[in-house]
Protein backbone atom coordinates (compact mmCIF):
# COMPACT_ATOMS: atom_id res chain seq x y z
CA UNK A 1 0.00 0.00 0.00
CA UNK A 2 1.27 3.63 -1.42
CA UNK A 3 1.87 5.71 2.19
CA UNK A 4 3.10 9.32 2.16
CA UNK A 5 3.41 10.92 5.45
CA UNK A 6 4.41 14.73 5.96
CA UNK A 7 6.33 15.97 9.00
CA UNK A 8 7.76 18.96 10.04
CA UNK A 9 4.78 21.61 9.87
CA UNK A 10 4.38 24.16 12.73
CA UNK A 11 3.99 27.61 14.09
CA UNK A 12 6.38 29.97 12.79
CA UNK A 13 7.20 33.94 13.01
CA UNK A 14 7.35 35.62 9.37
CA UNK A 15 11.14 35.60 8.08
CA UNK A 16 11.32 32.67 10.11
CA UNK A 17 12.49 28.78 8.47
CA UNK A 18 10.95 25.42 8.36
CA UNK A 19 11.89 21.90 6.60
CA UNK A 20 9.09 20.08 5.83
CA UNK A 21 9.54 15.55 5.58
CA UNK A 22 7.59 13.29 3.00
CA UNK A 23 8.09 9.80 4.28
CA UNK A 24 7.33 7.43 1.45
CA UNK A 25 6.81 3.42 1.51
CA UNK A 26 4.59 1.26 -0.59
CA UNK A 27 6.08 2.15 -4.25
CA UNK A 28 9.48 2.16 -5.56
CA UNK A 29 10.12 6.43 -4.70
CA UNK A 30 12.89 6.61 -6.80
CA UNK A 31 11.15 5.95 -9.93
CA UNK A 32 8.41 8.72 -9.47
CA UNK A 33 8.58 12.66 -9.89
CA UNK A 34 7.52 14.13 -7.12
CA UNK A 35 5.84 17.61 -5.58
CA UNK A 36 4.26 19.43 -3.05
CA UNK A 37 1.42 20.87 -3.02
CA UNK A 38 -0.67 23.39 -1.07
CA UNK A 39 -4.04 24.35 0.36
CA UNK A 40 -4.37 27.41 2.38
CA UNK A 41 -7.06 27.39 5.10
CA UNK A 42 -10.61 27.31 3.46
CA UNK A 43 -9.04 27.83 -0.09
CA UNK A 44 -8.42 25.85 -3.05
CA UNK A 45 -4.87 24.02 -4.26
CA UNK A 46 -1.62 25.15 -5.41
CA UNK A 47 0.86 23.53 -6.83
CA UNK A 48 4.30 24.39 -5.32
CA UNK A 49 7.45 21.98 -6.89
CA UNK A 50 8.44 19.43 -7.95
CA UNK A 51 11.54 17.39 -8.65
CA UNK A 52 12.41 14.50 -11.32
CA UNK A 53 12.82 10.88 -10.21
CA UNK A 54 17.05 11.49 -10.14
CA UNK A 55 16.71 15.04 -8.50
CA UNK A 56 18.16 16.79 -12.00
CA UNK A 57 15.06 18.60 -12.74
CA UNK A 58 13.47 20.58 -10.13
CA UNK A 59 10.67 23.60 -10.92
CA UNK A 60 9.35 26.01 -8.30
CA UNK A 61 5.70 28.08 -8.42
CA UNK A 62 6.96 31.79 -8.97
CA UNK A 63 5.49 32.44 -5.41
CA UNK A 64 8.08 30.67 -3.68
CA UNK A 65 11.33 30.88 -6.34
CA UNK A 66 14.01 31.94 -4.23
CA UNK A 67 12.95 31.05 -0.34
CA UNK A 68 11.99 27.33 -1.15
CA UNK A 69 13.95 24.46 -2.31
CA UNK A 70 12.68 20.65 -2.71
CA UNK A 71 14.45 18.00 -2.84
CA UNK A 72 14.71 14.50 -2.35
CA UNK A 73 16.52 11.47 -1.03
CA UNK A 74 15.95 8.23 -2.74
CA UNK A 75 17.91 5.86 -0.54
CA UNK A 76 15.85 7.27 2.73
CA UNK A 77 12.68 7.27 0.39
CA UNK A 78 12.31 11.01 1.51
CA UNK A 79 11.10 14.20 -0.08
CA UNK A 80 12.02 17.48 1.32
CA UNK A 81 10.76 21.21 1.56
CA UNK A 82 13.32 23.09 3.01
CA UNK A 83 10.84 26.68 3.21
CA UNK A 84 13.06 30.14 4.14
CA UNK A 85 11.87 33.69 4.48
CA UNK A 86 8.40 32.94 5.36
CA UNK A 87 5.52 35.14 4.59
CA UNK A 88 1.96 35.22 6.20
CA UNK A 89 0.61 34.36 2.32
CA UNK A 90 2.69 30.64 3.14
CA UNK A 91 -0.23 29.70 5.64
CA UNK A 92 -1.04 25.91 4.74
CA UNK A 93 -1.56 22.63 4.68
CA UNK A 94 1.37 21.39 2.30
CA UNK A 95 0.54 17.66 0.82
CA UNK A 96 3.05 16.11 -1.09
CA UNK A 97 2.25 13.68 -4.16
CA UNK A 98 3.72 11.46 -6.65
CA UNK A 99 3.33 11.66 -10.22
CA UNK A 100 4.46 13.93 -13.03
CA UNK A 101 1.35 14.36 -14.85
CA UNK A 102 -1.80 13.44 -12.67
CA UNK A 103 -1.27 13.13 -8.80
CA UNK A 104 -2.41 9.83 -8.22
CA UNK A 105 -1.16 9.49 -4.12
CA UNK A 106 -1.50 12.10 -1.78
CA UNK A 107 -0.38 12.71 1.77
CA UNK A 108 -2.60 13.73 4.59
CA UNK A 109 -0.14 16.95 4.85
CA UNK A 110 0.93 18.91 7.77
CA UNK A 111 0.09 22.77 8.45
CA UNK A 112 2.28 25.26 8.38
CA UNK A 113 1.39 28.49 10.00
CA UNK A 114 2.98 31.17 9.64
CA UNK A 115 2.14 34.55 12.34
CA UNK A 116 3.85 36.49 14.93
CA UNK B 1 0.70 30.44 -16.75
CA UNK B 2 -2.45 28.41 -17.70
CA UNK B 3 -5.39 29.71 -15.99
CA UNK B 4 -7.74 27.44 -14.85
CA UNK B 5 -11.50 28.57 -14.68
CA UNK B 6 -14.45 26.04 -12.96
CA UNK B 7 -17.93 26.61 -13.13
CA UNK B 8 -19.92 27.07 -11.14
CA UNK B 9 -18.47 27.32 -7.76
CA UNK B 10 -21.04 25.40 -5.82
CA UNK B 11 -24.28 23.11 -6.99
CA UNK B 12 -26.77 21.94 -5.09
CA UNK B 13 -28.39 18.76 -6.86
CA UNK B 14 -30.94 16.51 -5.97
CA UNK B 15 -30.32 12.36 -5.13
CA UNK B 16 -30.25 11.00 -8.34
CA UNK B 17 -29.96 14.19 -10.49
CA UNK B 18 -27.44 14.33 -13.06
CA UNK B 19 -24.18 17.48 -11.70
CA UNK B 20 -21.96 18.93 -14.22
CA UNK B 21 -18.76 20.74 -13.41
CA UNK B 22 -16.98 22.58 -15.87
CA UNK B 23 -13.64 23.37 -16.38
CA UNK B 24 -12.10 26.00 -18.93
CA UNK B 25 -8.43 26.53 -19.62
CA UNK B 26 -7.00 29.94 -20.48
CA UNK B 27 -5.00 27.80 -23.47
CA UNK B 28 -5.18 24.22 -25.04
CA UNK B 29 -3.76 21.57 -22.52
CA UNK B 30 -4.33 19.23 -25.81
CA UNK B 31 -0.76 17.98 -26.79
CA UNK B 32 -1.14 17.34 -30.71
CA UNK B 33 1.82 14.86 -30.86
CA UNK B 34 -0.01 12.41 -28.85
CA UNK B 35 -3.63 13.58 -29.08
CA UNK B 36 -3.85 13.66 -25.06
CA UNK B 37 -5.34 16.08 -22.82
CA UNK B 38 -3.56 17.25 -20.22
CA UNK B 39 -6.40 17.39 -17.72
CA UNK B 40 -7.48 15.83 -14.35
CA UNK B 41 -10.34 16.12 -11.82
CA UNK B 42 -10.03 15.61 -7.96
CA UNK B 43 -12.67 15.16 -5.37
CA UNK B 44 -11.50 16.61 -2.04
CA UNK B 45 -13.58 16.02 1.31
CA UNK B 46 -13.58 17.60 4.07
CA UNK B 47 -10.03 16.97 6.46
CA UNK B 48 -9.16 14.67 3.49
CA UNK B 49 -6.45 14.83 0.96
CA UNK B 50 -7.73 15.29 -2.30
CA UNK B 51 -8.16 11.88 -4.49
CA UNK B 52 -7.94 11.11 -8.15
CA UNK B 53 -10.65 11.02 -10.26
CA UNK B 54 -9.77 11.39 -14.00
CA UNK B 55 -6.91 11.96 -15.71
CA UNK B 56 -5.84 12.14 -19.73
CA UNK B 57 -9.64 14.01 -19.62
CA UNK B 58 -11.77 10.82 -19.56
CA UNK B 59 -9.47 7.97 -17.88
CA UNK B 60 -11.73 6.77 -14.80
CA UNK B 61 -9.04 6.11 -12.34
CA UNK B 62 -8.84 2.55 -10.94
CA UNK B 63 -11.74 1.83 -8.51
CA UNK B 64 -13.60 5.23 -9.33
CA UNK B 65 -17.60 4.46 -9.62
CA UNK B 66 -18.71 4.52 -13.15
CA UNK B 67 -21.22 7.38 -12.46
CA UNK B 68 -18.29 10.13 -12.22
CA UNK B 69 -17.22 10.53 -15.91
CA UNK B 70 -15.21 13.05 -18.09
CA UNK B 71 -15.08 14.74 -21.03
CA UNK B 72 -13.80 17.54 -23.52
CA UNK B 73 -11.02 18.42 -25.00
CA UNK B 74 -8.77 21.55 -26.00
CA UNK B 75 -9.74 24.06 -23.37
CA UNK B 76 -13.33 22.81 -21.92
CA UNK B 77 -13.62 20.46 -19.99
CA UNK B 78 -16.29 18.47 -17.94
CA UNK B 79 -17.20 16.53 -15.16
CA UNK B 80 -20.52 14.79 -14.75
CA UNK B 81 -21.53 12.51 -11.84
CA UNK B 82 -24.29 10.59 -12.61
CA UNK B 83 -27.13 9.99 -10.22
CA UNK B 84 -25.36 11.46 -7.00
CA UNK B 85 -24.57 9.69 -3.97
CA UNK B 86 -24.67 11.37 -0.45
CA UNK B 87 -20.48 10.43 -0.26
CA UNK B 88 -20.18 12.50 -3.64
CA UNK B 89 -20.56 15.60 -1.32
CA UNK B 90 -16.93 17.61 -1.60
CA UNK B 91 -15.23 19.52 -3.10
CA UNK B 92 -14.04 18.98 -6.99
CA UNK B 93 -10.89 20.28 -8.89
CA UNK B 94 -9.48 20.40 -12.15
CA UNK B 95 -5.67 20.57 -12.79
CA UNK B 96 -4.11 21.28 -15.76
CA UNK B 97 -0.51 19.23 -16.33
CA UNK B 98 0.36 20.48 -19.59
CA UNK B 99 2.84 22.79 -18.32
CA UNK B 100 4.46 23.80 -15.79
CA UNK B 101 3.32 25.64 -12.89
CA UNK B 102 0.99 23.29 -12.79
CA UNK B 103 -2.37 24.89 -12.09
CA UNK B 104 -5.92 24.18 -10.96
CA UNK B 105 -9.58 25.16 -10.82
CA UNK B 106 -10.44 27.22 -8.01
CA UNK B 107 -12.85 24.04 -7.01
CA UNK B 108 -16.74 23.84 -7.18
CA UNK B 109 -18.99 22.38 -4.08
CA UNK B 110 -21.54 19.66 -4.55
CA UNK B 111 -23.80 19.15 -2.43
CA UNK B 112 -26.79 17.57 -2.08
CA UNK B 113 -30.43 19.43 -1.69
Known amino acids: EVQLVESGGGLVQPGGSLRLSCAAS????????MSWVRQAPGKGLEWVAN????????YYVDSVKGRFTISRDNAKNSLYLQMNSLRAEDTAVYYC?????????WGQGTLVTVSS | DIVMTQSPDSLAVSLGERATINCKSS????????????LAWYQQKPGQPPKLLIH???TRESGVPDRFSGSGSGTDFTLTITSPQAEDVAVYYC?????????FGQGTKVEIK
Open chain 1, 97 to 105: ATGWAAFLN
Open chain 1, 26 to 33: GFTFSSYW
Open chain 1, 51 to 58: IKEDGNEI
Open chain 2, 27 to 38: QSVLYSSNNKNY
Open chain 2, 56 to 58: WAS
Open chain 2, 95 to 103: HQYYNTPRT
